[in-house]
């Protein structure tokens, strides 16, 4: 009968249909967790529909409407993404570390019809509201508030409760259904997310990507003998955190969410048995200086990084840790998925590379050495922003704005970014510039300037050097650099720290250096001084 009223929609790529099967084939079975919270896959598929219908009958959203989402990681979150999904409206979450006003400005791009916000930010939900323009809130209560955290003070000074303001999702309270919930109306083609993205000029972006795209992202390399059971430290409003969850719940697997420290990842890998476990590198370089003894880790098969290229001393250390274990490197973006991944049989053999083009994916080279992608998981484009989408999507071709060399057998590296500008207090610095004066300070054999991210300044410049041979262990100073660009170079334009290495990563084929790989490297290893 349920199959019934799906109708012809059960033959498309829909991000909800997936929760929709395992809950009819394996109802018991967990999909999340969140700490020590859990839902099966009924409980997510109930609690999917009975806030589906809220969202519906009680606040009017349906097929296209944009939800946005201002919640920090919590069970409940994965319900409600689920719930808009099945609408047909469009799930656009917001970074919970913002505050009201920040976050309302890139809310506004959306021009969303409704603003969810979770029990811990209900107090500052009208703020928000206003200051995106959006019409309708609705609170999200989480297991975890504060005493008197749904109570707000109202214009007239006055102290109400949000539950007599806005619509309170509540999934453990609310009806179920009478009726299907799906829209038939729905096409796989249609946005499923809007994921916003700051981009390399800063101006935040709406990426939008439809069911279809999601669909197929999840579903790469998803074969496998047992469920992929993943814990993931990405927070429930970045990509990655709902990708993976998608990609667990293709093979009717559960995600594991906890924060990036060493000993949240393993305790939660020991106690949901988890077989894959997906980290940055810095949360690797944590992983491996950690007391592994202390954990059963013996179901752990795969080990993931990614989003830039790895350094060599990690990945060699991750193998060491993990002997039993599949490393493999991803290369992407929000707007790309997966472009290329680099294997486990390679991930020694190809230092500096992320690997060969993702099943069912083009990559190419274009003249100026801009890696261009071409998918059945691109973006649709950037909301409402017809410039910015034309000027990425060109004739299919998404371009990343990276830079990268092809070696002899096809493997990618990044070599850095088309504009190599570094952004530090405001100001915009080329790298170049920088190099050329300090190219011939004493004492230096070979440098490069890359950005390290900062709280104050945005990014701080740091000269990477390999000294001249002879000069002392110590050498060249900070100082000494600094020295030389005076008279030469403006304040800020001048290195704020000074990295010491043997080489500069560079590329096998063309001699390039990694700046991507630099940066990683710079920040694993601690070799940032200020002196």
Not at 80 to 92: C, E, I
Not at 487 to 515: C, E, H, M, S, W
Request: proline fraction near 6%; charged fraction near 25%; hydrophobic fraction near 45%.
């Amino acid at each position: 009968m349920r199959a019934e009223l799906h109708g012809a929609s059960g033959r498309a790529l829909l991000i909800g249909d997936i929760v929709r099967r395992a809950a009819t084939t394996v109802p018991a079975a967990a999909a999340a967790t969140v700490g020590h919270d859990t839902l099966c896959y009924a409980e997510l598929e109930c609690h999917a529909n009975r806030i589906a219908w809220a969202l519906r009958e009680r606040l009017g959203i349906g097929l296209g409407d944009r939800v946005i989402a201002w919640c920090d990681t919590a069970i409940e979150v994965l319900p409600l993404f689920v719930a808009v999904a099945k609408l047909g409206a469009v799930f656009a979450p917001l970074n919970a570390r913002l505050g009201p006003e920040e976050a309302g400005e890139v809310a506004r791009l959306a021009r969303g019809a409704l603003l969810v916000a979770d029990s811990e930010r209900a107090l500052d939900a009208p703020l928000l509201a206003r200051a995106a323009g959006l019409p309708r809130v609705a609170v999200l209560p989480i297991r975890r508030p504060e005493p008197g955290r749904l109570q707000t003070a109202s214009g007239s000074g006055r102290t109400e409760s949000i539950a007599e303001q806005a619509v309170v999702l509540d999934a453990t309270k609310l009806p179920d259904p009478p009726a299907a919930i799906e829209d038939p109306r729905l096409r796989e083609t249609d946005p499923h997310v809007i994921f916003f993205t700051s981009g390399s000029t800063g101006r935040p972006k709406g990426v939008v990507l439809s069911h279809r795209a999601n669909w197929l992202r999840g579903f790469q390399g998803v074969f496998r003998d047992e469920p992929e059971r993943t814990v993931c430290m990405f927070p429930l409003f970045h990509m990655a955190g709902f990708t993976l969850a998608i990609s667990a719940w293709q093979t009717r697997g559960e995600i594991t969410y906890t924060d990036a420290s060493a000993d949240s990842l393993l305790e939660a890998v020991e106690r949901r048995r988890a077989n894959r476990l997906y980290g940055l590198p810095l949360v690797w370089k944590r992983v491996v200086e950690a007391d592994l003894d202390r954990y059963d880790l013996s179901t752990l098969e795969q080990l993931d990084t990614g989003t830039s290229a790895t350094p060599i001393e990690l990945l060699r250390e991750m193998k060491a840790r993990f002997p039993k274990a599949k490393v493999r490197i991803y290369y992407g973006s929000t707007e790309v998925g997966s472009a290329t991944a680099l294997a486990d049989v390679d991930v020694l053999r190809k230092p500096g590379s992320v690997g060969v083009a993702s099943p069912n994916v083009d990559v190419r080279l274009a003249p100026d050495g801009e890696i261009c992608v071409r998918s059945p998981y691109l973006m649709d484009g950037y909301f409402d922003d017809p410039e910015a989408t034309s000027a990425a999507l060109v004739d299919g071709w998404f371009h990343t704005g990276d830079l990268g060399a092809l070696d002899a057998e096809g493997y990618l590296a990044i070599v850095g970014r088309k504009k190599e500008v570094l952004r530090t207090g405001g100001e915009s610095v080329s790298p170049t510039e920088v190099e050329a004066v300090l190219r011939d300070a004493p004492g230096v054999e070979e440098v490069a300037i890359v950005g390290l991210p900062d709280p104050d300044w945005g990014e701080v410049l740091c000269a990477a050097v390999v000294a001249k041979a002879g000069v002392a262990e110590d050498g060249p100073s900070l100082e000494s650099l600094r020295r030389h660009c005076e008279g030469r170079l403006a304040g800020f334009k001048q290195p704020r720290r000074i990295a010491r290495l043997d080489a500069l990563p560079r590329t096998a084929a063309t001699a390039q250096v990694q700046r991507t790989l630099l940066v990683e490297r710079i920040l694993a290893e601690g070799l940032a001084r200020d002196v």
